[in-house]
């Protein structure tokens, strides 16, 4: 069982930056890959990053690469996204998910596909 808590979320001008963090507890810190995605509203749930178990294999959409950057410590049970250059188009409800079970090459970007979910963290960016 994995429980998962994110943080960081707040409100911030466009160009501006922000570090959302996931924060793991209960049996175990996920010994897969895990990701973040995000929903704004009237859409559907959006992949954005995902990252192996050791953090040395990253993933981005098309529409975040070259600004956000996902890592983990794993020493501390946490999850981050460092989101840079916001635009309004970011602007949206931030999840970290966990999978169960392991999870390969595009099936990484699929939210069906994860088992565990933080309950998420709102980013609005002002423009």
């Known amino acids: 069982q994995v429980q998962l808590v994110e943080s960081g979320g707040g409100l911030v001008q466009a160009g501006g930056s922000l570090r959302l963090s996931c924060a793991a507890s209960?049996?175990?810190?996920?010994?897969?890959?895990m990701a973040w995605f995000r929903q704004a509203p009237g859409k559907e749930r959006e992949f954005v990053a995902a990252?192996?178990?050791?953090?040395?294999?990253?993933y981005y959409a098309d529409s975040v690469k070259g600004r956000f950057t996902i890592s983990r410590d794993n020493a501390k049970n946490t999850l981050y996204l460092q989101l840079t250059s916001l635009k309004s188009e970011d602007t949206a409800v931030y999840y970290c998910?966990?999978?169960?079970?392991?999870?390969?090459?595009?099936?990484?970007?699929?939210?069906?596909?994860?088992?565990?979910w933080g309950q998420g963290t709102q980013v609005t960016v002002a423009s």
């Open positions: 990252i192996s178990y050791s953090g040395g294999t990253t």
């Open positions: 998910a966990a999978p169960s079970h392991p999870v390969y090459d595009r099936g990484r970007t699929y939210a069906r596909n994860y088992d565990y």
């Open positions: 209960g049996r175990t810190f996920s010994n897969y890959g």
